[in-house]
Every structure is written in structure tokens, then in C-alpha cells.
């Protein structure tokens, strides 16, 4: 996946980051933000070798080795913007 842009990043608010930081455990589409990240980012998770990944920052990373807030997954049609 590539760089996201501006318009795929958002901020949680404190009740959001206090919930959804279990790892996703199937593939889409879903918003991920960090303790040390000023903006959510969405991100795509795929499976790849048999393990759940999303691309980061210029590799596929297994999303268990990420800690932070997940939101999702996003449907199509639920627009831009966090939860």
C-alpha cells in the first residue's frame, strides 16, 4: 500500500483509542493509530504466507507487532472518516 495521503488520516478521541486495540485477524480495510501517532491512518491488512500483515512502512509487517488503536473493518461504502 502507499503513502496515505492526508485525506485518509484522522484523529480518535479519547473514548475511540480506549477501544479496538485488538489486532485485526482478517483482511480490509481499517483505521490504525499508534500512542505516538498524532493521526489515525488507514491501512490495508491482507494475509500474506498465512500471516495477517499490513505494509509498513516499506515492508509487510505481521499486525501483532503493531500496538495501537484499530477500527474496522471499513466498508466501502461508510466513507472516510473514523468511527
Same mark, same amino acid.
Given at each position: 500500500?502507499?503513502i496515505p495521503?492526508?485525506?485518509n488520516? /484522522?484523529?480518535?478521541? %479519547?473514548?475511540?483509542?480506549?477501544? *479496538?486495540?485488538?489486532?485485526p485477524?482478517? $483482511?480490509?480495510?481499517?483505521?490504525?493509530q499508534s500512542?505516538?501517532?498524532?493521526? /489515525?491512518l488507514?491501512? %490495508?491488512?491482507?494475509?500474506?504466507? *498465512?500471516?495477517?500483515?499490513?505494509?509498513? $512502512?516499506?515492508?509487510?509487517?505481521?499486525?501483532?507487532h503493531?500496538?495501537?488503536?484499530?477500527?474496522g473493518?471499513?466498508s466501502?461504502?461508510s466513507?472516510?472518516?473514523?468511527?
Open positions: 500500500m502507499s495521503s492526508k485525506r488520516s /484522522a484523529s480518535f478521541s %479519547e473514548a475511540d483509542l480506549r477501544s *479496538g486495540t485488538e489486532s485477524t482478517k $483482511p480490509g480495510v481499517y483505521w490504525f500512542e505516538t501517532m498524532a493521526r /489515525a488507514m491501512v %490495508e491488512v491482507r494475509v500474506m504466507n *498465512g500471516e495477517v500483515t499490513v505494509w509498513w $512502512p516499506n515492508q509487510d509487517k505481521p499486525v501483532a503493531l500496538n495501537g488503536c484499530w477500527h473493518p471499513i466501502p461504502s466513507g472516510t472518516g473514523p468511527p
